[in-house]
């Protein structure tokens, strides 16, 4: 009887301690904080390496980007350096050409102004242009041709005058270019005289607008119109007849009269069609005239 008194005493105390144990939760709330301890350390390493690797990826971008940029400013240098180069290369080349027609400018004056062959030697020429300073009939002028000096005197001022447009003092060259003309109205250079008024009236013009002087500008641009042509009206079948017509469009089209601009070129196209100039008037046409 005693023994089981005992055992069920054992029994009773046993329950008790399960009974305390199930009651008490505090083990199993101290096991999920581990755990989510351990996953929230987790999660901030991941974090943590893909901050890392981000970084790394927007620094290996900003030195693409700036080796990028560095090789586009590069490339734009060199390709300035190069235009620069090229815009010396072409005044060069424009001012060789510049010497070389003033050159053959005055070559042509000197042999216009050697006049016919002497009687007997040859078939009959016109008379020496540059020994008439009243404008007689070119039958009229001596057969012996003007004087040495007097060519010489033609040459020095068509060479000064060219000269003064070059050196861009367009007022002098206006002036001794129109001198020239008066002196010497039917020598093969007569109508070059005339082109380069219109192109001296032209740079007036400009290096008004350079300065914002617009009624100036206007001024001169008509005036290099009108000078420009001269050029068809008095020598239709000279040399610079195309490039004054092409001019004229050029300046009417910075006088804004573009429709007018535009018959200009397609006369010139239509009545020069096998020149240089013809062909940059069709360029411009189209321009003007787009489809």
């Given at each position: 009887m005693r023994w089981k008194t005992g055992w069920g005493r054992a029994l009773a105390a046993a329950g008790l301690v399960l009974a305390g144990c199930a009651s008490d939760p505090t083990p199993l709330?101290?096991?999920?904080?581990?755990?989510?301890?351990?996953?929230?350390a987790r999660i901030e390493q991941?974090?943590?390496?893909?901050?890392?690797?981000?970084?790394?990826?927007?620094?290996?971008?900003?030195?693409?980007?700036?080796?990028t940029l560095t090789e586009l400013q590069r490339s734009v240098a060199q390709l300035g350096s190069r235009l620069d180069e090229l815009g010396r290369d072409t005044g060069r080349i424009q001012g060789r050409l510049d010497e070389l027609r003033m050159r053959v400018d005055a070559l042509a004056l000197q042999f216009d102004a050697a006049g016919?062959?002497?009687?007997?030697?040859?078939?009959?020429?016109r008379g020496g242009d540059l020994g008439r300073t009243g404008g007689a009939p070119a039958?009229?002028?001596?057969?012996?041709?003007?004087?040495?000096?007097?060519?010489?005197q033609a040459t020095d001022?068509?060479?000064?005058?060219?000269?003064?447009?070059?050196?861009g003092n367009y007022n002098l060259a206006i002036a001794a270019f129109r001198e020239f003309i008066r002196l010497y109205p039917s020598t093969?250079?007569?109508e070059k005289a005339q082109y380069w008024i219109g192109e001296s009236h032209y740079s007036l013009a400009r290096e008004a607008q350079a300065r914002g002087d617009r009624e100036r500008a206007t001024r001169e641009f008509e005036r290099a119109v009108q000078e420009f042509r001269k050029v068809l009206i008095n020598y239709p079948r000279g040399d610079r007849v195309p490039t004054?017509?092409?001019?004229?469009?050029?300046?009417?089209?910075?006088?804004?009269?573009?429709?007018?601009?535009?018959?200009?070129?397609?006369?010139?196209?239509?009545?020069?069609?096998?020149?240089?100039?013809?062909?940059?008037a069709k360029e411009e046409l189209a321009r003007l005239r787009p489809r």
């Open positions: 709330l101290r096991e999920d904080l581990a755990r989510l301890r351990g996953d929230l991941s974090l943590q390496r893909s901050q890392a690797e981000i970084k790394v990826d927007l620094q290996q971008a900003d030195r693409r980007s700036a080796q016919p062959p002497p009687a007997g030697r040859g078939a009959p020429g039958e009229s002028a001596p057969a012996t041709g003007p004087s040495p000096a007097l060519a010489r001022l068509y060479q000064m005058a060219y000269l003064d447009y070059t050196r093969d250079v007569t004054a017509l092409f001019k004229e469009a050029l300046t009417l089209l910075e006088l804004r009269q573009p429709e007018l601009a535009a018959a200009r070129l397609q006369y010139l196209m239509d009545q020069f069609p096998s020149t240089e100039e013809a062909a940059k």
